[in-house]
């Protein structure tokens, strides 16, 4: 017999289902221009103060959820595995609350609330992480949740919604969407982490360790490998991988144990993007040309490691990186709906106060230099991780930046 909610989870639960469609996208004509975005309105039941109000959650949410990923690239770097594992989780706290506000939903503090589907105000006091462990479950099942994925860009006609209609699961992004917040489910994973950096003295009893041995410079590399732009405005390499990705998987499963795996891959691969080009009305020439692939991409490795239930560094900081995506995209797409240019003037200031942006260096600026950040990450991958920062302080300040990414995550 199935456990009766308490109080907190039930809240949770009407929250994930009843909460306005696509909320937060009706209160961004009403941000402002200038140093503040918006009036604290977080308690008012006015329905265009709430849109207005989670307009901005949506926005900072997403903001901040980059800077907790870069500071945890920083600590990897330094050889602080708890530290990163730390700024990790928060960088997907963040991410998630970004994409809980755009479906009407405001986890904070003293009391969280949720616009309903009658457009009324519904609150609660709760435990913020426990809200979103209670909630994530049921909210990736939301279409406008699994639209924060899926409407991902492969080309300019394809999106990955169309990859997934390709290859017959349709049901799979809210699996993934599941996997990739595991450390929201299972939030008491970080408590270890963040009491050994907090307080505890571990080295002194366990070693200081052997960080050459980690690796993690080659994890840093390959996150940039999917963070540098395609060259349009809002697309990473991230969604084109991940596109070729399943596709190859799924190709794989049908291929193995035939006579002739390789013959039988090519062949399945065909199928699929004969059907990719009907759905989509993409020709197949240019299909073939996109999907034109190594099978065994080094690249798709980034998504195995996010998938895998370990909670390691590398695991909570590739699953983070992904969420932190998702988040991006969810807002991109509110931005280039709600054609909000207030709301991207002050994307552009936070990035200045951040560091990213200066007087002579402009978003542009940064935006057609993304291949720079990624051979700065060869580099860093080159050196022995103790060696980082006596012999490429540069580069490993360069590839810490991972905020840097909303110069071009964005269609300013």
Avoid at 149 to 156: A, D, E, G, R, Y
Avoid at 384 to 409: D, F, H, I, M, N
Wanted: charged share 25%; net charge negative; glycine share 6%.
């Amino acid at each position: 017999m199935a456990k009766k909610p308490n109080a907190d989870e039930k809240f949770a639960l009407d929250a994930a289902k009843d909460s306005l469609l696509d909320a937060s996208l009706q209160g961004f004509p009403n941000l402002k221009f200038g140093e503040i975005l918006v009036d604290d309105k977080s308690s008012s039941g006015a329905l265009n103060e709430m849109q207005t109000d989670l307009a901005a959650r949506q926005i900072e949410h997403c903001l901040e959820a980059w800077e907790y990923l870069s500071q945890s690239i920083f600590a990897m770097l330094s050889c602080q595995d708890d530290i990163a594992i730390h700024m990790a989780y928060y960088a997907e706290l963040r991410s998630a609350n970004s994409l809980l506000a755009s479906t009407g939903i405001a986890n904070k503090e003293k009391k969280s609330y949720f616009v309903d589907s009658t457009k009324k105000r519904k609150a609660r006091s709760v435990r913020t992480h426990h809200f979103i462990r209670d909630i994530w479950q049921d909210w990736c099942k939301r279409p406008d949740s699994v639209e924060a994925f899926t409407s991902l860009k492969v080309l300019p006609s394809v999106t990955l919604s169309d990859v997934y209609n390709a290859l017959n699961l349709r049901n799979a992004p809210s699996k993934s969407l599941l996997n990739w917040g595991y450390e929201l489910l299972n939030f008491e994973n970080d408590h270890l982490s963040r009491n050994r950096s907090s307080y505890q003295v571990h080295r002194v009893y366990n070693g200081v360790g052997d960080s050459d041995s980690k690796g993690h410079g080659d994890l840093v590399r390959l996150i940039w490998s999917h963070l540098v732009s395609t060259g349009s405005d809002g697309q990473l390499y991230f969604e084109t991988l991940y596109a070729q990705y399943l596709l190859s998987n799924v190709c794989k499963d049908f291929s193995a144990g035939a006579a002739d795996p390789e013959g039988e891959f090519t062949r399945q691969l065909e199928v699929v993007l004969e059907r990719l080009s009907r759905n989509t009305g993409v020709p197949i020439e240019s299909l073939r040309s996109h999907f034109s692939f190594d099978k065994d991409d080094t690249r798709f490795r980034l998504f195995d490691i996010a998938a895998s239930k370990n909670t390691g560094v590398h695991n909570v900081v590739a699953r983070a990186f992904i969420l932190v995506r998702f988040a991006t995209n969810k807002l991109n797409l509110n931005l280039s709906k709600s054609k909000c240019r207030q709301a991207l003037a002050w994307i552009e200031r936070w990035l200045e106060e951040s560091g990213v942006l200066h007087d002579d260096v402009s978003r542009e600026d940064v935006a057609g230099s993304s291949e720079d950040f990624l051979d700065a990450a060869d580099d860093i991958a080159g050196l022995s991780l103790r060696r980082v920062w006596l012999e490429g302080p540069e580069s490993a300040s360069r590839v810490g930046q991972l905020k840097a990414g909303l110069c071009w995550g964005f269609e300013f």
